[in-house]
């Protein structure tokens, strides 16, 4: 039965983490707020799970969901050969609005569809999203409303598109802040040099370049200006990832940045 939670309250709050640890052991799909949107989450290592939040969301294994992570060193544990600046990217951004597209270990026996070998990481800054990865370890974790749709900023606003396919509504408040528009995360892909950015949100360009000055801009090629007004913020103008993280389907698996995710 689906359940929502109002985790503004302390009781409903430590209930609504338990059932949703639950839910997730189980291979069912949960929504939490993310400091950017609210996000659709399932267990990243069960196939079974990411189908059913892509078939949630009605998308394909073409828009692979990124995965949220609770602490910065469960990176070496998903990715492999990550760069140092992109190690220094997450050490100043995350937690935070910063999704980065690494190189996923192919030890992992997990499918989140079409990747091509990568994987798009993001540690939320979020309390209730991070206490419960801190209970479940790493979610795949997609912006919470069916593809094409505007992003949801409450529980509410997601159980009125996804409805009963999701077991546990863990309800937070509005995100980011109530009367702003939902800003997805920002996406670097950071599996060649110079990195580039697929996705502008949450983290301006001016501040990733304080820590990688050769960062490229969201359609920017080595020695040319990103083109002024083609850097979309908006699930649906641009790329597709975790929510805005939302929750998070950032990129396709060719790197292209597709629309709706957090």
């Not at 209730?128 to 509410?156: C, F, H, K, Y």
């Not at 996406?187 to 501040?207: K, M, W, Y």
């Not at 939302?246 to 990129?251: A, L």
């Amino acid at each position: 039965m689906t359940i929502t939670y109002n985790c503004t309250s302390d009781d409903q709050r430590a209930e609504g983490l338990q059932h949703a640890k639950r839910a997730i052991s189980e291979k069912k799909c949960i929504v939490i707020p993310t400091d950017t949107v609210y996000g659709i989450a399932a267990d990243a290592f069960s196939p079974m799970a990411v189908t059913l939040l892509l078939a949630s969301k009605g998308r394909s294994r073409q828009m692979p969901p990124p995965v949220l992570i609770p602490r910065i060193n469960a990176l070496d544990g998903l990715a492999t050969e990550v760069p140092a600046d992109a190690r220094a990217l997450a050490q100043a951004l995350w937690p935070g609005g910063l999704t980065l597209i690494l190189h996923a270990q192919p030890s992992l026996d997990w499918d989140l569809g079409e990747t091509k070998g990568t994987v798009a990481l993001r540690m939320p800054d979020d309390h209730i999203a991070l206490d419960l990865l801190g209970m479940t370890g790493p979610l795949a974790v997609s912006s919470a409303n069916r593809t094409g749709q505007e992003a949801a900023q409450t529980a509410a606003e997601a159980r009125l598109q996804l409805a009963d396919s999701v077991e546990v509504y863990l309800e937070g408040g509005f995100r980011p802040i109530e009367g702003t528009a939902a800003v997805p995360s920002t996406i670097v892909d950071a599996t060649s040099t110079p990195f580039r950015v697929v996705r502008q949100g949450a983290i301006e360009l001016e501040r990733l370049r304080e820590i990688v000055p050769s960062i490229l801009g969201f359609g920017e090629a080595v020695g040319q200006e990103a083109p002024v007004g083609e850097a979309p913020t908006q699930e649906g103008a641009g790329p597709d990832v975790e929510g805005p993280v939302h929750g998070s389907d950032p990129v396709a698996a060719n790197g292209e940045v597709k629309p709706d995710d957090s």
